[in-house]
């Protein structure tokens, strides 16, 4: 086979086959569409095929297609490349052959080589090193990007898209920010909200920041006011420090978003003047760090499983998505979930998080759910599981209060999202959502107002 010149020429010959064109746009993310195409392209030119031999080869020939895959294999791995990337190469050939419904049902053996002995380049960063990255970077926004990903665990494409319509986070997805008169949060530890098209699963979830992560994003934001600009809950919370397409992209509403890479880059520059010699950190490390601390906050009993993979943005099981975590929150349980995220903050903040007492933050989470101070004193020493405990049955007194008598007889009525199924079993009618914890339904027909 004789392919084009360069790795762009032959991109765009793949393309105009109609079943790889087809194969791209079924995937879930463009950015995953663009990295599976990339090693297709690898794969048809290291083994000399194009995509119709390739799926002739699979169809007719599955014997000489496993020598090919297995020779690749060798081949890759000789000049240097590990056995992940070489892995991932034909997880995305036998994606495209499944696509087109000729995918073996084998994947070759990948065994690791010397040049997966690089283990200290998968090392976690400790928590002075995160402190050194956040000090190493240029500015406040990058500031605020490194202390954001060191505790909440999201990815640095949810900061702003790649590919596909530009996007990212907005103001509005800190739950707890506030701007007038002046930017603070109102509450503490900080929720933050993924929203779906922002999350590789594609389920939208909460999680958290610390408390030097917002300081960070107050002291970014004030910063940007001074320059003149206005701030909504529509804003950008990352935006370019200049324009070019390079490093700005245009959503649909005008709003100018930092390109991820852009961003990425500036942060990868501070990551590398911290890491030790021979270790390799990416702004991806950030994410198995507040993996590896929420693992350890699991172990000494201060997070649930569920939880620790929900804050992380992970898939949950069928039951934990269908009934719990999966469903639309109360205001009561982003309570709770901010009550769990703030056990675990000794462990992710940067700093240890220890200039806050746990009774004060215990306090402090009770008021942020409206329980005042007599009650709180009522409940005698703090501590977080008891706190959980309490905004359970706030939560479960709000559900019973609002249950459907035999005597009510108001035509329309606010009741608690939680009630809705019980109320539609009597036979009145979904109205809509008033807000994120109560809904509108109206009496059936023939009920007495």
Request: hydrophobic share 35%; glycine share 6%.
């Given at each position: 086979?004789?392919?084009?010149?360069?790795?762009?020429?032959?991109?765009?010959?793949?393309?105009?086959?109609?079943?790889?064109?087809?194969?791209?746009?079924?995937?879930?993310?463009?950015?995953?569409?663009?990295?599976?195409?990339?090693?297709?392209?690898?794969?048809?030119?290291?083994?000399?095929?194009?995509?119709?031999?390739?799926?002739?080869?699979?169809?007719?020939n599955?014997?000489?297609?496993?020598?090919?895959?297995?020779?690749?294999?060798?081949?890759?791995?000789?000049?240097?490349?590990?056995?992940?990337?070489?892995?991932?190469?034909?997880?995305?050939?036998?994606?495209?052959?499944?696509?087109?419904?000729?995918?073996?049902?084998?994947?070759?053996?990948?065994?690791?080589?010397?040049?997966?002995?690089?283990?200290?380049?998968?090392?976690?960063?400790?928590?002075?090193?995160?402190?050194?990255?956040?000090?190493?970077?240029?500015?406040?926004?990058?500031?605020?990007?490194?202390?954001?990903?060191?505790?909440?665990?999201?990815?640095i494409?949810?900061?702003?898209t790649q590919?596909?319509?530009?996007?990212?986070?907005?103001?509005?997805?800190?739950?707890?920010?506030?701007?007038?008169?002046?930017?603070?949060?109102?509450?503490?530890?900080?929720?933050l909200?993924?929203?779906?098209?922002?999350?590789?699963?594609?389920?939208?979830?909460?999680?958290?920041i610390?408390?030097?992560?917002?300081?960070?994003?107050?002291?970014?934001?004030?910063?940007?006011?001074?320059?003149?600009?206005?701030?909504?809950?529509?804003?950008?919370?990352?935006?370019?420090?200049?324009?070019?397409?390079?490093?700005?992209?245009?959503?649909?509403?005008?709003?100018?978003?930092?390109?991820?890479?852009?961003?990425?880059?500036?942060?990868?520059?501070?990551?590398?003047?911290?890491?030790?010699?021979?270790?390799?950190?990416?702004?991806?490390?950030?994410?198995?760090?507040?993996?590896?601390?929420?693992?350890?906050?699991?172990?000494?009993?201060?997070?649930?499983?569920?939880?620790?993979?929900?804050?992380?943005?992970?898939?949950?099981?069928?039951?934990?998505?269908?009934?719990?975590?999966?469903?639309?929150?109360?205001?009561?349980?982003?309570?709770?979930?901010?009550?769990?995220?703030?056990?675990?903050?000794?462990?992710?903040?940067?700093?240890?998080?220890?200039?806050?007492?746990?009774?004060?933050?215990?306090?402090?989470?009770?008021?942020?759910?409206e329980?005042?101070?007599?009650?709180?004193?009522?409940?005698?020493?703090?501590?977080?599981?008891?706190?959980?405990?309490?905004?359970?049955?706030?939560?479960?007194?709000?559900?019973?209060?609002?249950?459907?008598?035999?005597?009510?007889?108001?035509?329309?009525?606010?009741?608690s999202?939680?009630?809705?199924?019980?109320?539609?079993?009597?036979?009145?009618?979904?109205l809509?959502?008033?807000?994120?914890?109560?809904?509108?339904?109206?009496?059936?027909?023939?009920?007495?107002?």
């Open positions: 086979m004789t392919t084009p010149g360069t790795a762009k020429e032959h991109t765009a010959l793949l393309l105009r086959d109609p079943d790889i064109a087809t194969w791209i746009k079924d995937r879930a993310r463009p950015g995953t569409g663009i990295t599976q195409l990339e090693h297709l392209r690898i794969f048809l030119e290291r083994t000399n095929l194009d995509s119709a031999a390739l799926i002739q080869l699979s169809k007719e599955e014997r000489k297609l496993r020598n090919v895959v297995l020779d690749f294999v060798r081949e890759e791995q000789a000049r240097g490349l590990r056995a992940k990337y070489v892995g991932n190469i034909w997880w995305s050939v036998r994606s495209f052959l499944r696509s087109v419904g000729s995918a073996p049902n084998w994947n070759p053996s990948v065994q690791e080589t010397e040049a997966d002995e690089e283990a200290m380049s998968r090392m976690v960063p400790t928590h002075q090193q995160v402190r050194q990255i956040a000090g190493a970077v240029k500015s406040a926004r990058d500031r605020m990007v490194v202390l954001i990903l060191a505790s909440s665990g999201i990815r494409g949810t900061f702003a590919n596909g319509s530009a996007d990212g986070l907005r103001l509005k997805n800190l739950v707890d920010l506030r701007l007038d008169p002046e930017p603070h949060f109102e509450k503490y530890p900080p929720i909200r993924i929203p779906p098209f922002l999350s590789k699963g594609k389920s939208g979830y909460y999680t958290g610390s408390s030097d992560a917002a300081e960070a994003t107050v002291t970014y934001l004030k910063e940007r006011q001074r320059r003149g600009e206005r701030l909504s809950e529509e804003t950008p919370l990352v935006v370019p420090d200049h324009r070019g397409t390079r490093v700005s992209r245009k959503s649909k509403d005008g709003q100018s978003f930092i390109v991820r890479k852009s961003l990425a880059s500036r942060i990868q520059i501070a990551m590398d003047t911290v890491a030790p010699k021979g270790v390799r950190w990416t702004p991806h490390t950030l994410r198995a760090w507040v993996s590896t601390q929420l693992e350890a906050a699991e172990d000494r009993g201060l997070v649930s499983r569920t939880r620790r993979e929900y804050f992380l943005g992970h898939a949950l099981g069928s039951v934990d998505s269908a009934y719990n975590l999966g469903r639309a929150l109360s205001a009561d349980k982003i309570e709770e979930l901010r009550a769990s995220y703030a056990k675990c903050l000794p462990s992710l903040s940067s700093a240890g998080e220890q200039s806050t007492s746990v009774t004060e933050q215990c306090q402090a989470l009770l008021l942020a759910a329980f005042d101070e007599e009650s709180i004193a009522s409940l005698g020493p703090l501590n977080f599981d008891l706190v959980i405990s309490e905004l359970r049955k706030k939560q479960e007194a709000i559900d019973k209060a609002t249950e459907p008598s035999s005597t009510d007889s108001a035509r329309q009525k606010v009741v999202v939680h009630a809705v199924e019980a109320w539609i079993a009597k036979g009145w009618r979904y809509g959502p008033l807000n994120g914890t109560k809904s509108v339904i109206e009496a059936p027909e023939g009920v007495t107002l």
